[in-house]
């Protein structure tokens, strides 16, 4: 590890030193020059801080105490991935604010493979799940790394889908490794120390502090070709990564909803501002990016004028076994086999309670 490394891990353990202070400490000083032994001889430094933050700085410069902090993390399986490595991902380079360092935990190779973003709701209808999952599949079988946050809701479901289907995912958390949040995924995120990958961009010590959210969201965006938002409120953290995401160039996707769904509200906005394009399925998403997707040569089994019939009654919102039956008019017998059918070809979900959503 290089001095250069080590002023940047240094920096880190100063929670009152913000991006752009540490980006401005860093420029005063010339590659290999020792920061921590250096930084009393200017001034500016000690002008941007007050005193009490200054003099906490002058306290721990002591170069064993931080060769065993760094030795503490790489014990714990946490490698610390700084701007100048080469590991350091491509496409996070691009953006305007790239994380000076990541803490990273699990399968590094998957820093620089092709990443796709798949972001959403906390609180989710059936119809989120379904195409959260869909989506997922869909692209884990194509051999893209899914991106997102860890959270519950779509971000669970999407890091959750691509291990079912042996895909890659990476999980971009708020605070520190030693601080997962929520406390409800911390199995996930071992879970997915195993084979795939969690990151973040503050020391490992650093609580899930509620400011620190929103700033994480652009590490999301920049590690990603694309953003798929499946289901969100107007405001969310969500909307937040979608305008990330076209601030840097990448493209934005999002999923249409109900116009009188509170869920639905964010991904029709972005549709309607256009910062978002619309997306019905995934192949809209994978052939915008010149994706090749996976048994594209296998034809699309032609459905009957029952199975449509039944389809279209389920396309917008999810139905009982028993409401399919009354609208349809079928028997338990017919409709059973019909509902069985779509589900094997991937067109039906079914639901608990007996009851089914177009997937």
């Known amino acids: 590890m290089t001095i250069d490394d080590k002023n940047i891990i240094w920096l880190d353990l100063f929670p009152f030193i913000t991006y752009q202070k540490k980006v401005k400490i860093l420029e005063m000083f010339s590659r290999g020059e020792d920061i921590k032994q250096s930084f009393s001889s200017k001034p500016q430094i000690h002008e941007m801080l007050t005193d009490i933050e200054y003099n906490k700085m002058l306290s721990m410069r002591d170069d064993i105490r931080l060769n065993q902090r760094i030795e503490k993390y790489l014990s714990d399986g946490i490698i610390p991935i700084t701007i100048h490595d080469d590991r350091y991902p491509s496409m996070l380079r691009e953006i305007s604010s790239p994380p000076l360092c990541l803490y990273c935990k699990g399968n590094l190779q998957l820093l620089n493979s092709e990443c796709i973003a798949i972001v959403g709701s906390?609180?989710?209808?059936?119809?989120?799940?379904?195409?959260?999952?869909?989506?997922?599949?869909?692209?884990?079988e194509c051999d893209l790394t899914i991106v997102s946050g860890l959270a519950v809701g779509v971000d669970t479901i999407a890091h959750k889908t691509a291990i079912e289907h042996s895909g890659k995912t990476i999980a971009v958390l708020a605070g520190g490794l030693y601080n997962i949040y929520p406390a409800i995924n911390i199995s996930l995120a071992n879970k997915l120390c195993e084979n795939n990958l969690i990151i973040s961009e503050n020391c490992p010590t650093t609580p899930p502090l509620s400011y620190l959210f929103p700033i994480r969201n652009r590490i999301i965006a920049g590690l990603s070709r694309a953003v798929v938002v499946t289901e969100a409120a107007e405001k969310s953290g969500s909307i937040k990564t979608a305008r990330f995401a076209s601030e840097f160039n990448r493209e934005v996707f999002a999923i249409p909803g109900k116009i009188n769904s509170p869920l639905s509200k964010g991904t029709n906005s972005l549709i309607k501002s256009l910062i978002a394009n619309i997306t019905l399925s995934p192949d809209d998403v994978l052939d915008s990016l010149n994706i090749k997707k996976e048994n594209s040569e296998n034809p699309t089994r032609q459905l009957d004028i029952k199975e449509q019939f039944v389809l279209n009654y389920i396309r917008t919102e999810k139905k009982t076994f028993q409401e399919i039956a009354d609208y349809t008019e079928m028997s338990a017998r017919e409709l059973n086999t019909i509902l069985m059918g779509l589900e094997m070809v991937g067109l039906v979900t079914k639901l608990a309670n007996n009851s089914y959503i177009m997937s």
């Open 122 to 140: 906390r609180k989710l209808t059936d119809y989120g799940v379904v195409t959260t999952k869909q989506y997922a599949s869909a692209f884990s």
